[in-house]
């Protein structure tokens, strides 16, 4: 199947800072990029939706200007984590959708685990 | 998309098979079930899909019941790298932006020696 990576695997830092995870797909062009958080013992939830070129397309509760996404390429798109607080403290992850043999199909990538002290 | 019911978790010999259910009684015609499994801390991984036909893979095989209101994922021999929580997602055909994959709480599957 194809990879989709995610950079940094965990960070941590200081309330009130910003972090930028990086989400790629590493052997194809996605059409479209995913943005998911995990708390610890839930399920994933949706977080935005992200196509190459355009803005974001956020879920209800999640703030946009919190949770920045760039979309600039069909390979990369970006979270940004602005003024991070403890509670911004989750699992963060991004998945990728490209078109494949079987129709579409959709990848996700390792996983960011962020911890805001 | 319709929703589905899965069991919260379930225990599997290793070496055996393990079949998960999922009931989706509301599916619709033109849904597919999907399914994904997520080990501890790492993203989910793309298992196998289908739409009315049994579907098998290099990883498992899905049995989907004629009125396709429920299915079985079927790993044939189950290995403890096999312990994760595997969730079950009916959907609308993916298209390039549209139909977003949600998941529900799954079923933690635990293979033991």
């Known amino acids: 199947g194809a990879v989709v990576s995610q950079h940094?695997?965990?960070?941590?830092c200081k309330s009130g800072t910003s972090v930028k995870?990086?989400?790629?797909?590493?052997?194809?062009?996605?059409t479209t990029m995913f943005?998911?958080?995990q708390f610890p013992k839930q399920s994933l939830m949706l977080m935005a939706t992200s196509n190459e070129g355009s803005k974001a397309t956020y879920e209800q509760g999640v703030e946009k200007d919190k949770f920045l996404i760039n979309h600039a390429s069909l390979t990369l798109s970006t979270l940004t984590v602005t003024s991070a607080h403890?509670?911004?403290s989750s699992f963060y992850i991004c998945s990728a959708r490209v078109f494949g043999t079987g129709g579409y199909e959709q990848y996700f990538g390792p996983g960011t685990r962020l911890t805001v002290t | 998309d319709?929703?589905?019911t899965q069991p919260t978790s379930m225990d599997c010999?290793?070496?055996r098979a393990a079949n998960l259910p999922c009931n989706h009684s509301t599916i619709s015609g033109n849904e597919y079930v999907y399914w994904y499994r997520?080990?501890?801390s790492q993203g989910p991984q793309y298992i196998i899909h289908g739409l009315k036909n049994n579907e098998t893979n290099e990883m498992a095989s899905l049995i989907i019941t004629e009125d396709r209101k429920s299915s079985t994922l079927i790993l044939p021999h189950a290995t403890l790298r096999d312990t994760a929580v595997y969730y079950c997602i009916v959907i609308g055909v993916l298209t390039g932006g549209g139909n977003k994959l949600t998941f529900g709480t799954g079923t933690q599957l635990k293979v033991e020696l």
């Open chain 1, 8 to 12: 940094p695997s965990r960070v941590i």
């Open chain 2, 13 to 15: 010999a290793e070496g």
């Open chain 1, 35 to 37: 943005w998911y958080r």
């Open chain 1, 21 to 30: 995870i990086e989400c790629r797909s590493l052997d194809f062009q996605a």
């Open chain 2, 2 to 4: 319709a929703k589905t």
């Open chain 2, 38 to 40: 997520q080990i501890h």
């Open chain 1, 86 to 88: 403890p509670e911004d």
